[in-house]
């Protein structure tokens, strides 16, 4: 099963509704049939202001294969800053084992 990535289309110039009902035609016809889109609008008055469309898309196999290459990275960089974190502290942070035995209700 492939991951979802959000993906972002922001409009930033128009000037006319006509302008924006047009690319608001063009980004509806490139999204995916399956797509749930959200529209935002962002910005403020001093900086502009923009619309923003939101979707979700699968992640493609490039995006997966990087996902791959750096997840063990930061997996180890974690594991790194959380033994310097114990060792500055004093304590050791233990994963419970599972234990044998279940915890039984009694009404």
Request: some cysteine.
């Amino acid at each position: 099963m492939s991951r979802m990535v959000k993906e972002f289309i922001e409009i930033k110039d128009f000037s006319s509704l006509e302008e924006l009902i047009e690319k608001l035609g063009q980004v509806k016809a490139s999204l995916p049939d399956s797509a749930d889109t959200e529209v935002k609008m962002r910005g403020d008055d001093v900086f502009g202001r923009q619309l923003c469309v939101s979707y979700m898309r699968p992640q493609t196999g490039e995006e997966a294969e990087c996902d791959a290459r750096y997840a063990s990275a930061y997996r180890q960089s974690r594991e790194r800053e959380l033994q310097r974190l114990q060792e500055e502290l004093g304590v050791v942070c233990r994963t419970p084992r599972a234990r044998g035995r279940r915890l039984r209700i009694v009404a």
